[in-house]
């Protein structure tokens, strides 16, 4: 396992762009997936966007052509890169880390955003 500690949110206007980051503990060069999750007010948590070892990313229907997620291993930290921000991003955004030797994922504590119309 790993701990992750994240960044970046804050309180933007709709159109703007913030960049998240979540940095881990130890080396993530090798852990299986990394995610970004988020849950918005009175909602489920939902996943955003996923990036694994290889560098394949996945994202959801939601935020395809506006997010970018990456992975910076020699500094031990995902990235997620939010543009044209709407106010349904609005929601505590989460990093997520698992490796299939692992018993239980890792979870950051999260960051506000907040899109104003």
């Known amino acids: 396992q790993v701990q992750l500690v994240e960044s970046g949110g804050g309180l933007v206007q709709a159109g703007e762009s913030l960049r998240l980051s979540c940095i881990a503990s130890?080396?993530?060069?090798?852990?299986?997936?990394m995610a970004w999750y988020r849950q918005p007010p009175g909602k489920q948590r939902e996943l955003v966007a996923s990036?694994?070892?290889?560098?394949?990313?996945n994202y959801e229907d939601f935020v395809k052509g506006r997010f970018v997620i990456s992975r910076d291993n020699p500094n031990n930290t995902l990235y997620l890169r939010m543009n044209g921000l709407k106010p349904e991003d609005t929601a505590v955004y989460s990093c997520?880390?698992?490796?299939?030797?692992?018993?239980?994922?890792?979870w950051g504590q999260g960051t506000q955003v907040t899109v104003s119309s």
């Open positions: 990036a694994t070892s290889d560098n394949v990313k």
């Open positions: 130890s080396s993530i060069s090798n852990i299986d997936v």
């Open positions: 997520y880390a698992f490796s299939s030797h692992w018993l239980r994922a890792s």
